[in-house]
């Protein structure tokens, strides 16, 4: 068991269920349990300099396993909690090398969205690890093989596994 | 300068200024991050990218083919509007779930992944990029033909001063402005699209009475062969016409950002859903224009001038020159983000992969911006001295973006011996094809498509090509199976799975199953 910094879920279980049933009435699907999948957060001050003068903060994500970048939208809310052996799988991306590849992502989305000449000034203001939970459910369909999905508990999106 | 120039320049200062204090807006919040992309909603984000997929091509090529060869035009457009469909039919259900296996983000990290070589990458990526910028010449001579419009100035004169103007007010925008402006640009474009759709439609009596009209000057004009029965019997040039756009598509780089929302959000899904419905309208329009102005413009000199005439002739001069400047401030934003793409590709893939592995992150972007001017520049010299048609040049960079990647992509998911050499051999020789076959225009003598000629060629590189080389390891042919179980999600499941969480899905998938064999371990 070790404490960490964590999203709380904003789907529960039956929020999942009702979610996925509104799109497939005739699988019977059970939730199995949640899974923690880490990812380090990355907040940089961001500066332009252009007829805009752009400053604010930006952020990403970088998952610590595959090394894929995200822009995130709003500043999340963490809290500490223990999680279960078996819960979540080991991170394979130190923070070293999950910092470089953040820098380079937010430095290319920002090159990219502010266009041609200006070139961003970048600062990093934090770093946290945390862990976001999936929803692991199971979904059966009579005469086939049981398959299971992932539920993004805090955005309700959903992918097969 | 003409009123239509004045009504152009007031019109690039007014989305300034909109653009100016809704970044002012959006940097001020506290709680949101800059290009988190969570502040513009659902409806700026598909207009967004509605005007994204607003090309010169759609205001100028199009219309112009269906006034000089009639109805067969259509074959075109059905391919484009049916391009979606045959991805989601024939190859996208298998190529989703093997993207999915693979944990794919774009179309070519797939080929990357399915392959297993870095080679398939750079190779795609450079086909990608070339005819990028084959694509934005199209967009620089639509920008050049348009300005002329407004100012009066000469063509080339117009080109320069419209790329200059498009340049200094993105730079100055950024992506924000870009993002607001694009919103009322969109409006602008889909009421004038729109009005002058209905207007010209009623003007000739609708179908019927275009039909009449059309067969009154010709009636050849409503042939599926073309005007004067041109491409009679020719099915490889309708069938490579039909696949031409529907294919070429997908061997676009997509440069995907993947954005993780942090609360519940469902702007995305919903975007996505008007952007589609909005695009499978206006295929079709500006084809329908161009018929109807072989009717109502019977002399009109350049064909790819018809929607330009047409507001003219239909709307008050004022809003025929804002029409135009929204049109001309569309073209030019989608070329430079098709330049943006192609410099950032360039200089990550290529020059920091090949050239300078350590290069800094300022020595990147200056090769990306200097790719970028090179190409912007070779692309100005074109479309100043050797001015291929819109259409043409269109044509040309799908139809070989297209012989380059439907072969990798088909054998990729029907044929486990497929390897990285059968790859390179189909995505090269297809390119290859095309570029020959339609500078020597084959066509002519062959009767053959240089699409068709292209994909065969292709497929060919593929077999033969697959019989060398590293065969694929077996993590690969699991994959391979495993994407061929048939998949019983139903249809509206299946299309809301988040693509992006591919990668998560994969590695828990491995996680649960490592979890499985300690847990066998422990108990046998």
């Known amino acids: ?130 862990y976001r939970p999936f929803w692991l459910v199971e979904y059966r369909l009579e005469a086939y093989e049981p398959k299971s999905l992932i539920v993004d508990a805090i955005s309700g999106s959903y992918h097969p596994l | 300068m003409s009123m239509d120039g004045v009504i152009f320049i007031t019109y690039i200062a007014v989305l300034l200024v909109i653009g100016l204090w809704f970044s002012r807006k959006s940097s001020e919040s506290t709680e949101n991050y800059l290009l988190g992309g969570r502040s ?39 391919g484009d509007a049916g391009g979606s469909i045959i991805n989601l039919s024939v190859l996208g259900k298998r190529m989703r779930r093997m993207s999915e296996l693979l944990g794919a983000l774009s179309p070519i990290e797939y080929l990357e992944k399915r392959f297993e070589s870095a080679s398939v990458r750079v190779i795609g990526s450079i086909i990608a990029i070339v005819f990028l910028f084959a694509y934005v010449c199209a967009q620089f001579i639509a920008a ?43 409006i602008i474009m889909v009421t004038g699209v729109v009005g002058i759709g209905f207007l010209a439609y009623f003007h000739v009596g609708g179908i019927s009475g275009l039909n009449t009209a059309l067969a009154q000057i010709d009636p050849t004009y409503l042939s599926i062969w073309g005007k ?189 011996k497929a390897n990285a050499l059968g790859c390179l051999c189909a995505m090269i020789g297809g390119a290859m094809t095309n570029i020959i076959w339609t500078s020597m225009e084959l066509e002519t003598i062959t009767a053959v498509h240089p699409f068709l000629a292209g994909l065969t060629v292709s497929l060919i590189g593929m077999i033969i090509g697959s019989r060398f080389g590293r065969k694929p390891s077996q993590p690969i042919l699991n994959i391979f199976e495993q994407s061929t179980n048939k998949r019983f999600f139903s249809k509206e499941f299946d299309q809301n799975i988040a693509r992006s969480l591919a990668p998560e899905a994969k590695n828990i998938s491995s996680f649960l199953s490592q979890e499985t064999d300690r847990h066998s371990g422990i108990y046998s």
């Open chain 1, 1 to 130: 068991m070790s404490g960490v910094l964590m999203q709380e879920p904003v789907y529960g279980e039956q929020d999942v269920l009702r979610g996925l049933q509104q799109y497939e009435k005739q699988a019977k699907m059970n939730v199995r349990k949640l899974i923690f999948y880490p990812y380090y957060l990355f907040e940089y001050e961001l500066g332009i300099r252009s007829l805009l003068k752009l400053k604010g903060k930006t952020a990403c994500t970088i998952d610590a396993l595959s090394g894929y970048g995200a822009l995130i939208d709003v500043q999340p809310e963490f809290s500490h909690r223990q999680i279960e052996a078996g819960q979540a799988p080991a991170i394979q991306i130190d923070e070293d090398e999950a910092r470089e590849a953040a820098g380079q992502f937010i430095f290319e989305n920002a090159m990219s969205k502010t266009k041609f000449v200006t070139v961003p000034d970048i600062q990093l203001l934090t770093s946290t690890l945390f």
């Open chain 2, 40 to 78: 513009l909603g659902p409806a700026v984000t598909a207009m967004t990218m509605q005007t994204t997929a607003m090309s010169g091509y759609m205001f100028m090529g199009a219309p112009a083919l269906a006034f000089k060869y009639g109805w067969y035009a259509l074959w075109y457009a059905i």
């Open chain 2, 144 to 186: 050049g033909k348009a300005m002329a419009t407004l100012t009066g100035f000469p063509y080339e004169l117009s080109l320069v001063i419209g790329i200059s103007v498009i340049i200094i007010y993105t730079v100055a925008g950024g992506y924000l402005a870009v993002a607001y402006t694009s919103f009322v640009q969109g």
């Open chain 2, 228 to 416: 004067d029965l041109a491409f009679y019997g020719q099915w490889g040039v309708v069938l490579g016409a039909i696949l031409i756009f529907g294919i070429g598509y997908m061997g676009l780089p997509h440069v995907v950002v993947r954005h993780m929302s942090m609360q519940s959000t469902k702007t995305v899904k919903g975007a996505i859903l008007i952007s589609a419905i909005w695009n499978q309208f206006f295929i079709y329009v500006p084809y329908i224009l161009g018929l109807i102005g072989i009717i109502l413009l019977p002399n009109l000199a350049d064909p790819e001038m018809v929607i330009t005439e047409l507001a003219y002739t239909l709307f008050p001069g004022f809003f025929a020159a804002l029409l135009l400047s929204a049109v001309m401030s569309a073209v030019m934003s989608t070329a430079d983000s098709l330049l943006m793409q192609a410099g950032t590709i360039l200089s990550r893939d290529v020059y920091q992969r090949f050239i300078n592995k350590n290069a800094s992150q300022k020595t990147t972007v200056l090769v990306s911006r200097l790719c970028i001017l090179g190409g912007g520049l070779v692309g100005i010299a074109v479309a100043i001295y050797e001015p291929p048609s819109i259409f043409g040049l269109a044509v040309f960079a799908f139809g070989t973006l297209g012989n380059s990647f439907l072969v990798p992509y088909v054998a990729s998911v029907y044929s486990k």
